[in-house]
Structure formats: structure tokens, C-alpha cells
């Protein structure tokens, strides 16, 4: 049942001229993707979007046999493939208006990717960009966050080797196929990440990067991430794009100032005018980030609830820990931690200067 579903998430994938909000409104019109194969040509007329072009692709992917053929290929290349509807496939991006029916991927993806942040910006980064993008992606995956990222030269590399270089997780998103990285000299940069992450993409394994599909994968971008920090862009880049994106998908949206006659500013200078928040460092983005959509597990078992737990001494965290969703009783704190009255409610007061709890009443607590 599995493979069969697979099999027609891949005939849909490899039929010409459906992008992903033609296939949502198809998938919307017949209650799933699988009667889509089984619907008469009329039928697929009379969706929004379906041209007589379309709905005859559609019929002849029926008869043709290349999605067994990629099915194959991705099983002897070790390529894992995501349906939508997979418990494997991300939830954060599931939440998407228009997410992708499927997703080819090298590498993991793991607990910790709910705590992710996307870091783009210019192909043509300064020094100062790219060294500034590699510093932030250093110290949020210090921090315990995920990088994601779309592997293009300039801020996107160095966003990715930042995480790697901190021993963090990264995930790359293409515009091409995972077999055929674009471009060319981050083949090596692409292995690195397979191993510390993810490499994915909702293209065929060998597909071409075609212009038209950067700015689709930039929705995935996105929407994998909790917020999406650019760095450095024109006014006319593909990170501003992405940026549009994730405010439409409810992501918070992150801008590093440059300087102020520098071409490379006025994306980030723009962003900044029209309500996204001003990045100095990595605390800006832990502070404003909102509570996770589900706990996020970590390697050593704790479970995360909001990112700004990241940035928790050992005392703050052990309070926060006996704190629950439920109101409870500052006494029942400190039966739970042991320690005294008064340093649990200065650290509780330092808790809720941070957001992470609230006074429900004059004694009792619980987590926002």
C-alpha cells in the first residue's frame, strides 16, 4: 500500500507543467492525491487551474512507467522518499499552505530539526555577509538550533559551513534534483551536510536546476523553519522571496543591517522598514521566537517547548522543569527542585521576563 502511494506521488511529481498549488487544488477537489490517476479528463477540467495540456499529462503519466524507474533509482541510491502524509515528513512544513506531496531526501531528518531557522541572502555576499551569516549559524547551532539553508554560493554556504563548523545539524533545500547538486563546486559541501543533516528537494533525483524552481523550493525553506534570517540582498534577490514566503506561512522574519551604501543592504534595510526584526547576534533571534508547535527532543533526552530555553543557565532550567502547562503551586516548586523560596521566585521572575512562564495567581505557575 505504501509503494502503490508512493508510486502515484511520483507520477504526479514527473508530470510536466504541475506545480504544488495546482496539484493542492487537484488534491483538494478529489479528496487526495491518489484519485487524481483515476479521474476522467472532464473531471480534471473542472478544477481550477487544469488546462486541456495538464489533463492530458495527467493521463498519459498513467502509462508511462518512470516512476517505478525513479522509485528504483532512489532505493539502490539510498535516497529516502517523504509522502505528505508520512509520520517521517516534517510537521512544520506540513502546516504549509501549499507543501510538496513529496520529498527526496539524503541524510535525516531528526527531533531537533523542529528547531530550526533558515539563514539566506545573496549569491554576490561580501565578505562582511558571508562571514557575518557564518558567525550566526555557528552560534545558533551552538545553541541548539537547526540551520537550514538552499547550499547557493554566497550566504547560503556559509550559513551551512557555520553549522557545520559548531558540530550542529543542517539542512540544504534544492532547486535540483539530489542527485545533480547545483552548483557544481558544492558536491563536497552537499556530502558534509548528508552527514550532519539533510539534503532534500521535491524534484527527481536527477532533475536540472531550471530557474523556476528556485523560487518554489523557497517555500520549503520557509516552511521548515521557525523563522528565516536573510543577510545581505538586493532588492530584486531570491532571499527576499523566501522572506515573502515566511511571512505568509506566519514565520518570524529576521533582517542583518549593512551598510547603508552598500547595494547588498537594501533587501535587509527594507525588511527592517517594513516590520521584520533587526539581527545583531544570535540572542535577537532566540529572544523572539515563538513557542514550538510540539516539543522538540534533544540528545540528551530533555524536551524542548520554546526556543529561548536554549539560552537557560543550569538553575533556570531545572525550575522551568518542574513548572508544567497545568497551574502549580510555587511550594510544590520547591519540594520538586529542593531549593528555597526565594531563589525559585527570582528565577521564576527571570522566567517570565523571558516568556516561558506566567503567574496565574499570587501562588501558583504554569508554562505559556
Given at each position: 500500500?505504501?509503494?502503490?502511494?508512493?508510486?502515484?506521488?511520483?507520477?504526479?511529481?514527473?508530470?510536466?507543467?504541475?506545480?504544488?498549488?495546482?496539484?493542492?487544488?487537484?488534491?483538494?477537489?478529489?479528496?487526495?492525491?491518489?484519485?487524481?490517476?483515476?479521474?476522467?479528463?472532464?473531471?480534471?477540467?473542472?478544477?481550477?487551474?487544469?488546462?486541456?495540456?495538464?489533463?492530458?499529462?495527467?493521463?498519459?503519466?498513467?502509462?508511462?512507467?518512470?516512476?517505478?524507474?525513479?522509485?528504483?533509482?532512489?532505493?539502490?541510491?539510498?535516497?529516502?522518499?517523504?509522502?505528505?502524509?508520512?509520520?517521517?515528513?516534517?510537521?512544520?512544513?506540513?502546516?504549509?499552505?501549499?507543501?510538496?506531496?513529496?520529498?527526496?531526501m539524503r541524510g535525516q531528518f531528526e527531533s531537533p530539526d523542529h528547531m530550526a531557522v533558515a539563514i539566506v541572502?545573496?549569491?554576490?555576499?561580501?565578505?562582511?555577509?558571508?562571514?557575518?551569516?557564518?558567525?550566526?549559524?555557528?552560534?545558533?547551532?551552538?545553541?541548539?538550533?537547526?540551520?537550514?539553508?538552499?547550499?547557493?554560493?554566497?550566504?547560503?554556504?556559509?550559513?551551512?559551513?557555520?553549522?557545520?563548523?559548531?558540530?550542529?545539524?543542517?539542512?540544504?533545500?534544492?532547486?535540483?534534483?539530489?542527485?545533480?547538486?547545483?552548483?557544481?563546486?558544492?558536491?563536497?559541501?552537499?556530502?558534509?551536510?548528508?552527514?550532519?543533516?539533510?539534503?532534500?528537494?521535491?524534484?527527481?533525483?536527477?532533475?536540472?536546476?531550471?530557474?523556476?524552481?528556485?523560487?518554489?523550493?523557497?517555500?520549503?525553506?520557509?516552511?521548515?523553519?521557525?523563522?528565516?534570517?536573510?543577510?545581505?540582498?538586493?532588492?530584486?534577490?531570491?532571499?527576499?522571496?523566501?522572506?515573502?514566503?515566511?511571512?505568509?506561512?506566519?514565520?518570524?522574519?529576521?533582517?542583518?543591517?549593512?551598510?547603508?551604501?552598500?547595494?547588498?543592504?537594501?533587501?535587509?534595510?527594507?525588511?527592517?522598514?517594513?516590520?521584520?526584526?533587526?539581527?545583531?547576534?544570535?540572542?535577537?533571534?532566540?529572544?523572539?521566537?515563538?513557542?514550538?508547535?510540539?516539543?522538540?527532543?534533544?540528545?540528551?533526552?530533555?524536551?524542548?517547548?520554546?526556543?529561548?530555553?536554549?539560552?537557560?543557565?543550569?538553575?533556570?532550567?531545572?525550575?522551568?522543569?518542574?513548572?508544567?502547562?497545568?497551574?502549580?503551586?510555587?511550594?510544590?516548586?520547591?519540594?520538586?527542585?529542593?531549593?528555597?523560596?526565594?531563589?525559585?521566585?527570582?528565577?521564576?521572575?527571570?522566567?517570565?521576563?523571558?516568556?516561558?512562564?506566567?503567574?496565574?495567581?499570587?501562588?501558583?505557575?504554569?508554562?505559556?
Amino acid at each position: 500500500m505504501e509503494r502503490e502511494r508512493l508510486l502515484a506521488r511520483l507520477r504526479l511529481a514527473l508530470t510536466p507543467g504541475i506545480g504544488p498549488r495546482t496539484l493542492k487544488a487537484l488534491s483538494d477537489h478529489f479528496g487526495g492525491v491518489e484519485p487524481i490517476l483515476s479521474a476522467t479528463r472532464q473531471e480534471l477540467l473542472a478544477v481550477e487551474g487544469v488546462g486541456p495540456k495538464l489533463a492530458d499529462a495527467l493521463f498519459d503519466c498513467r502509462q508511462r512507467d518512470e516512476a517505478a524507474e525513479e522509485l528504483a533509482l532512489c532505493e539502490s541510491r539510498q535516497i529516502e522518499l517523504l509522502s505528505a502524509d508520512s509520520d517521517r515528513f516534517p510537521h512544520m512544513l506540513r502546516e504549509i499552505f501549499d507543501p510538496p506531496s513529496i520529498l527526496f531526501m539524503r541524510g535525516q531528518f531528526e527531533s531537533p530539526d523542529h528547531m530550526a531557522v533558515a539563514i539566506v541572502g545573496s549569491r554576490h555576499a561580501t565578505q562582511y555577509g558571508k562571514k557575518l551569516a557564518q558567525q550566526l549559524a555557528s552560534s545558533l547551532s551552538r545553541a541548539g538550533l537547526t540551520i537550514v539553508s538552499g547550499l547557493a554560493r554566497g550566504i547560503d554556504a556559509a550559513a551551512h559551513r557555520g553549522a557545520l563548523e559548531a558540530g550542529g545539524r543542517t539542512l540544504a533545500v534544492l532547486g535540483s534534483g539530489v542527485l545533480n547538486i547545483y552548483p557544481p563546486e558544492h558536491v563536497e559541501l552537499a556530502e558534509q551536510v548528508v552527514q550532519h543533516g539533510a539534503v532534500v528537494s521535491e524534484s527527481p533525483c536527477r532533475s536540472a536546476p531550471r530557474s523556476g524552481n528556485f523560487p518554489q523550493r523557497n517555500r520549503i525553506i520557509s516552511g521548515l523553519s521557525l523563522g528565516v534570517i536573510v543577510v545581505e540582498a538586493s532588492q530584486r534577490s531570491g532571499a527576499l522571496i523566501t522572506a515573502k514566503h515566511a511571512m505568509e506561512q506566519g514565520r518570524e522574519v529576521f533582517a542583518v543591517p549593512g551598510r547603508v551604501d552598500s547595494r547588498m543592504s537594501r533587501g535587509c534595510h527594507a525588511l527592517i522598514r517594513d516590520g521584520a526584526r533587526l539581527v545583531e547576534s544570535a540572542d535577537d533571534v532566540l529572544e523572539e521566537l515563538g513557542p514550538l508547535a510540539q516539543p522538540a527532543k534533544q540528545p540528551d533526552g530533555t524536551l524542548v517547548h520554546h526556543p529561548a530555553e536554549l539560552q537557560l543557565n543550569d538553575l533556570e532550567r531545572e525550575v522551568l522543569q518542574a513548572v508544567t502547562s497545568e497551574p502549580i503551586s510555587i511550594d510544590v516548586v520547591c519540594h520538586q527542585t529542593g531549593l528555597p523560596i526565594q531563589r525559585v521566585l527570582s528565577t521564576i521572575s527571570v522566567l517570565e521576563i523571558r516568556h516561558l512562564v506566567h503567574r496565574v495567581s499570587g501562588n501558583y505557575v504554569s508554562r505559556r
